[in-house]
């Protein structure tokens, strides 16, 4: 049983294989924080964690005490889990423990995305309820601790069980103080077409972190955190992570006191949250998943990747192999007929292509971003046969149909925005800002939610449609709800982004098989919330492959790669004019769901030869790229290395890009992960890519092909030759693909 209690210590033991995480009830009846880390042995009790008296000037002895969901105004003077404001005007509560209950499994949390499991064996959850007399707030921690992963997911439930009204002035996911600050912390930031960019720095003393409060996660900042020990890398060492599963404002930050202790916290922003919980409410914050690892960066990348694709991750397609797409948008824009489409159709069957995606421009008089969002019928003038005519051809054809929908924004210029003015988001009297011309709806007005419904339902219903790529390309201004009295505005984001999942799960349920793919200006709401509805992202607008390898890189911290939608596009590049190899563009593209951005009739007989080669070997390895052990490799400055193994360790996919050829350099070696040392594997080069280095050289050998020992790949690696003339000759943007595959 991975939760224990002792009855006389008071603490609580939750534990798998991997480690350990020790709360303990202080004798005042708070909660207190005394353990996170490699595990510990579950038949002891532990006295020696709890805090050591201190008596300070200005500072009390619970500044020094480490807390599991700190409270406000007690002596505790970092900032708290949650503040609230009772009906008198005060803003303090004492919650006392009340009571504890362990159950088998884990529970859904009413309208928000949550990790699940399927079998009562796969996790134990702890609900710890805290009591404040006074006023009748109830407060229930929750922790689910899953037997396979080094893994907690937390949430908090807040009950007010008294008479009077109380206000949730902040209400977060997860908070846990940590002994010290020896740890340096990775964020995931960016903006359009450049998300998540890694940073790594040590903690300082005082507050950090990074936070949203337009409405969605956004590009600025992922909601998620790492912390590693200053000597641990991608592979080893000890390091943990947390992600919150949510898609709205939200902070994720750490603060180091006085005493060296870090109390790290995530949830709901409280810069733009207030709740009113009357007489008998309750709210439930978003899902927190807390990870673990002492095999470093890799190793925690994982838990994430393990939990999210297989306890997040939902409905039919999450195990299915994703399809090969073809997407529009770069390759037509707005400029389309019907014609144009079936004749891109035509040559995607040909490449071997599996869905074709029409994206913006197929709906109302949509010939830019100035009008049609909310007019949710086809373009008779493009479409004359509306999209069931288009869908029946296409997929007469061979190929499925998918639609691009931006269903949360109307636009100035629209028939709903003419009938509905006072659905877009604004404050009366206030100039709207305006972003990419349109507005946003109110999607915490449930009017608003159930008509989307509808105009989508029908919309998908009228036609033979496999996939949907769900955008949301503005961020929102204006906060104000012409449905929420003056007291509840601050409600407004919340209730939003419930509105965002409820239509999410109503149209998910409706329509089980449609695959759909989440996308927010590309990669702004790449976040775990919206994973739990949709099982892929378009991740960055940005499809230049060098900066591809970039932005994956960072999202692989904690995303499984069957989430990562990764196209290849033409060059120039229409976001950085970058000139790419084809064969670089694709093996950038392979580790994800690998799709297409182009006008496939204008590719040359060469390019279509290529994509077909390349198609066919994605395809019959799509299940390791997509589900396999990923694992970021050490290289240079100059190159980039990663690789996706399987589970058995059987078989691997080794890609190593060359980035700035440089003549005469030194060779190096890139080490392997994930292997089984007492195997030995057979090593070849993708023919593509060996081929691709042969321009000069004819004779060249591949250096670290044949028969290699598990041992040998992981303790002394490939090794990657950069002094072969014909790599100069090559010049930048070489990808090699090494496929390795255990010997019987
Ligand atoms: C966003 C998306 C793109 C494309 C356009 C269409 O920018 O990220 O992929 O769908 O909108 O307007």
């Not at 702890?126 to 707030?137: A, M, N, P, V, W």
């Not at 949360?408 to 509905?420: C, D, G, I, R, W």
């Not at 946003?440 to 036609?463: H, N, P, Q, T």
């Not at 503005?474 to 505005?489: M, N, V, W, Y």
Request: with cysteine; charged share 25%; hydrophobic share 40%.
């Amino acid at each position: 049983m991975p939760i224990k209690f002792d009855k006389n210590t008071r603490q609580f033991h939750l534990y798998n294989d991997d480690f350990s995480y020790i709360i303990a009830v202080y004798d005042n009846g708070s909660i207190g924080q005394l353990y996170f880390g490699e595990p510990l042995s579950p038949n002891k009790d532990y006295p020696f964690l709890a805090p050591i008296p201190f008596a300070g000037f200005s500072n009390n002895i619970r500044s020094a005490a480490r807390f599991e969901y700190p409270c406000y105004g007690r002596g505790d003077f970092r900032l708290p889990a949650f503040s609230v404001r009772l009906a008198d005007g005060a803003g303090v509560v004492e919650p006392r423990f009340e009571d504890y209950r362990v159950y088998p499994g884990k529970n859904t949390i009413p309208g928000l995305p949550s990790t699940y499991t399927e079998g009562t064996d796969e996790a134990e959850t702890l609900e710890i309820t805290l009591l404040d007399k006074l006023s009748g707030l109830k407060i229930i921690l929750s922790y689910t601790i899953f037997s396979a992963y080094a893994c907690i997911a937390r949430h908090t439930r807040f009950e007010n069980t008294g008479k009077e009204r109380i206000i949730l002035e902040s209400a977060l996911s997860l908070s846990i103080d940590l002994p010290d600050s020896a740890w340096n912390m990775l964020t995931f930031t960016g903006s359009w077409a450049r998300e998540f960019a890694v940073s790594d720095a040590p903690l300082r003393a005082g507050f950090q972190g990074v936070h949203s409060a337009f409405g969605v996660s956004g590009s600025i900042a992922n909601p998620s955190l790492i912390f590693r020990r200053p000597e641990t890398t991608e592979h080893r060492g000890e390091a943990f992570g947390l992600c919150l599963l949510y898609s709205g404002n939200f902070i994720a930050c750490a603060e180091v006191d006085c005493w060296d202790i870090t109390r790290i916290r995530t949830g709901i922003n409280p810069e733009t949250f207030s709740w009113i919980l009357e007489s008998g409410g309750s709210f439930d914050t978003p899902e927190a998943a807390l990870g673990w690892s002492k095999s470093g960066l890799n190793g925690l990348s994982r838990v994430f990747h393990r939990l999210f694709r297989t306890h997040l991750e939902s409905g039919v397609w999450r195990d299915r192999e994703r399809p090969v797409l073809l997407n529009t948008w770069e390759g037509a824009y707005f400029n389309f007929t019907e014609e144009k489409l079936l004749a891109m159709a035509r040559k995607a069957v040909d490449l071997g292509v599996e869905i074709f995606v029409l994206d913006d421009g197929w709906f109302g008089k949509r010939e830019d971003e100035t009008t049609s969002l909310g007019d949710w019928v086809p373009n008779r003038d493009k479409l004359p046969h509306g999209i069931a005519g288009l869908a029946e051809k296409i997929t007469a054809m061979g190929l499925k149909f998918g639609l691009w929908i931006e269903p949360e924004m109307v636009s100035e210029k629209s028939h709903l925005f003419e009938a509905h003015p006072d659905w877009a988001v604004g404050v009366p009297g206030r100039t709207r800002t305006e972003m990419r011309r349109q507005f946003v709806l109110d999607m915490g007005r449930a009017e608003i939610v159930d008509y989307l419904f509808e105009a989508i339902s029908s919309v998908i219903s009228g036609a033979k449609i496999s996939y949907i790529k769900w955008d949301m390309n503005r961020f929102i201004t204006e906060p104000f709800s012409l449905a929420l009295p003056p007291d509840r505005q601050g409600e407004f984001f919340h209730r939003y982004c419930l509105g965002v999942y409820s239509l999410y799960s109503r149209l998910t349920a409706a329509f089980p098989e449609i695959l759909f793919e989440s996308c927010a200006s590309g990669g702004a709401r790449f976040d775990a919330g919206i994973l739990g509805f949709a099982p892929q992202g378009w991740l960055s607008d940005n499809t230049d492959a060098v900066q591809r390898l970039e932005i994956q890189r960072g999202a692989s911290y904690f995303y499984p790669l069957n989430c990562i939608g990764a196209h290849v596009s033409t060059v120039p590049n229409h976001q950085t004019r970058r000139l790419t190899p084809l064969l670089f563009r694709a093996a950038a593209s392979f580790f994800g769901d690998l799709g297409f951005e182009l006008d496939p009739t204008k590719l040359s007989e060469e390019e279509a030869e290529t994509i077909k080669e390349c198609i066919v070997f994605y395809k019959k390895y799509r299940r390791l790229f997509q589900q396999g052990v990923f694992s970021r490799l050490d290289a240079t400055a100059d190159t980039a290395a990663w690789m996706v193994s399987s589970e058995d360790k059987k078989s691997a996919i080794v890609a190593v890009y060359k980035l700035n050829a440089k003549p005469n350099q030194k060779p190096f070696r890139v080490r392997l992960a994930g292997f089984d040392r007492a195997k030995v594997y057979h090593v070849s080069l993708w023919e593509p890519t060996h081929r691709a280095g042969l321009t000069f050289d004819e004779t060249d050998k591949c250096l670290n092909c044949g028969l290699r020992g598990g041992d040998e790949l992981t303790s002394c690696g490939l090794l990657i030759d950069n002094t072969s003339f014909a790599v100069s000759i090559i010049g930048d943007f070489y990808p090699e693909l090494f496929l390795l595959e255990a010997a019987e």
